[in-house]
DNA sequence: CTGTTAGCGCTTTCAT
DNA sequence: ATGAAAGCGCTAACAG
């Protein structure tokens, strides 16, 4: 039975204290160069790794984040996690990918327990958790540095790392106007986001400035999902002022829309323009590819690990795609960043 | 500054040793119920979630387990977590969810270094690293458990769970035979993943049992992705002896298929059926929907959870869809369950 | 700049 | 059936 490789192994190897292979492990200040080099070479030839157990309980970091995300869309669960781990590797902090279900009555219990059981030293919400005023107020009470993802309510409140919905919705009706549409239908998203608010606004926006008058028969409810997408598009295609062009508020409903049109044997693009939302890989996996918005999901994981870790300079010195935006709490006096790229336009695939 | 809830907070509301209160956590014998019940009642009081940091430092155990997965196929990892997940909740233990890339050389250097970091009570391997030998030789070397999920190579070598994908592949065919069609094009999956020789294992038994001819131009390399389904689409449809259906090894690639029948004016199913494999969310998306082959993805997950806390009886106790069989590893003798229910035919869907 | 000492919150071992 | 003491591997607070 071979025991652990522990910090007093390198110590030894080394020839130093513990103390000093300590304070090389966490990059303190005041260790002779040499001395350092000694102890990293001991550390790369025993190829120690520290206990996190160890550590937090000592210590009163645990090197260990948490990301806690709904079981919906696999898709956008995957590029947050890529996004938020590839930052947390950077910062040798482990992620901690927490699968929740927003509607169990259990919710408050279960994360409570995560941060007693693990000691994380901060979170990650993803939508729809990151608008849940049970899960802010508890985390507000336990001090636990948290934040949030694409939330709906009250950016400024809290730390958050969003996109500018708004915008990218008016981009994309523009975009159909330009093409010469004029009756557009619109299908909003789940009710539980708040960027389905965002989405439809930016698209009465670009309605408006465009002078094509809005018509509420062409906007209807959806959820996100596949199915709701398909009865939006039965619905809209039997309104009697029949749309050309479905702008669907993700790619999982515009999916519905084109399952739809083909059935109906509507052809796409020529009688029918369907455009999506989110860039997922499906707008590219169905037939025709759906003209959508790319939404940075990857990288708002990763600005919000960077926001996490309080290195909000780092968004700065990064290019971030469309209209990424970090906001710091309102306890911290300079805490606006947002960044802008060229590459806005609605994405338009052939 | 409130500090944390300790085992000494509850020892002392219950009126016993912390040492009592560990043996209740721990659920060890030679507790009196009554005093069993007073020490619950204050862990509930109190809403106390033990350290596990302090658990596993102390203790043999660290209440957790890594699943290790590969960046690529959200769908696949996704419903892999949920069912892992599922059984680690029901057995109080973390899953600490961690992607690799395979294909990096520091994958065993990140490996080791999770398990010496977080002392994990073992590990997840889901393809394509359950086949990767470097990782399993230095799992072996650590005699850390793990359980591998869908291993092309040496099932019986290890402990893992998998599907029967030869039958399932036959199923498939044998359905496409019946519908009629005698020149059946094959797409093959990524040759990393050892279920794609089992696939076109199961396509040719399906064509020798019923008398088709084999014929080598109708099967065609493949990377389960869409780009490689578009290829081999574009390939097999101006192949001489035209196929009219195409059997893809996954879902994205079907959707290639598809895709590429749409743009030649192909219509599916009419002119050219075509199948997928593995039920993702994908195959209800695309229009036509797939006929595919669900893939008890989730059960996988959950069933690898189960093997790895030895509680290989549990599988028993429960109908688990599909082909899917759990082995454990030659070090313990009586390994071999195989489980199977009745909807094992592929699914078609309208 | 470096070392010593005292814990962190639990489980282990050994008493009783 | 329960408790007391020791210690897991590290960091914090001091010394020097």
Redesign the interface.
């Known amino acids: 039975m071979t025991s ?2 522990t910090i007093s192994d390198v110590a030894r190897a080394a020839g130093v204290s513990i103390k000093t292979v300590s304070r090389v492990l966490n990059k303190e200040r005041y260790v002779r160069p040499d001395t350092r080099e000694k102890v990293e070479a001991a550390v790369a030839a025993l ?8 550590r ?2 000592a210590g009163k970091r ?1 090197f260990q984040i948490a990301l806690i995300h709904d ?1 919906h869309s ?2 956008y ?3 947050i ?2 996004g938020v ?1 590839a930052r947390c590797r950077e910062a040798g902090v ?1 992620m ?2 927490q ?1 929740v279900d927003i509607a169990a009555p259990t919710l408050i ?1 279960e994360i ?2 995560l941060i ?4 994380v030293d901060g979170i990650i919400l993803s939508p729809p958790i990151s608008d849940s005023l049970l899960v802010l107020h508890e985390l507000e009470r336990r001090r636990i540095p948290f934040v949030r993802i694409s939330p709906g309510t009250n950016h400024t409140l809290t730390s958050s790392v969003f996109m500018d919905d708004v915008q990218a919705a008016d981009d994309m009706t523009t975009h159909l106007i330009d093409l010469g549409h004029r009756v557009i239908g619109f299908i909003q998203g789940h009710p539980n986001h708040m960027a389905s608010e965002q989405r439809l606004f930016g698209y009465r926006r670009a309605l408006d400035r465009a002078g094509v008058p809005y018509e509420p028969g062409l906007v209807h409810a959806g959820a996100f999902d ?1 199915a709701s997408g398909v009865a939006a598009a039965h619905s809209l295609l039997s309104y009697p002022h029949r749309p050309t062009a479905i702008f669907a508020s993700n790619d ?1 409903m515009a ?2 829309v ?2 739809v049109a ?2 109906k044997g509507i052809a796409v693009p020529r009688e029918l323009s369907v455009a999506g939302f989110d860039d997922t ?2 707008a ?5 590819p759906l003209t959508t918005i790319r939404q940075p999901t990857r990288e708002l994981g990763w600005a919000a690990a960077a926001l996490l870790f309080e290195k909000r300079d780092e968004l700065e010195h990064r290019s971030l795609p469309h209209e990424l935006v970090a906001r710091a709490s309102t306890a911290n006096p300079t805490q606006t960043s947002a960044l802008r790229d060229l590459t806005t336009k609605p994405v338009s695939r052939k």
Chains 1, 2 share one sequence.
């Open positions: 652990r490789t190829s120690f790794s520290p206990s996190l157990a160890a937090s309980l645990s079981t696999p898709y669960i995957h590029a996690q890529e781990w482990r901690l990918a699968p219990a409570a327990g007693d059981e693990t000691h596949f999982d999916a519905g084109l399952a083909h059935g890989p499906l590219q996996l169905v037939w025709p």
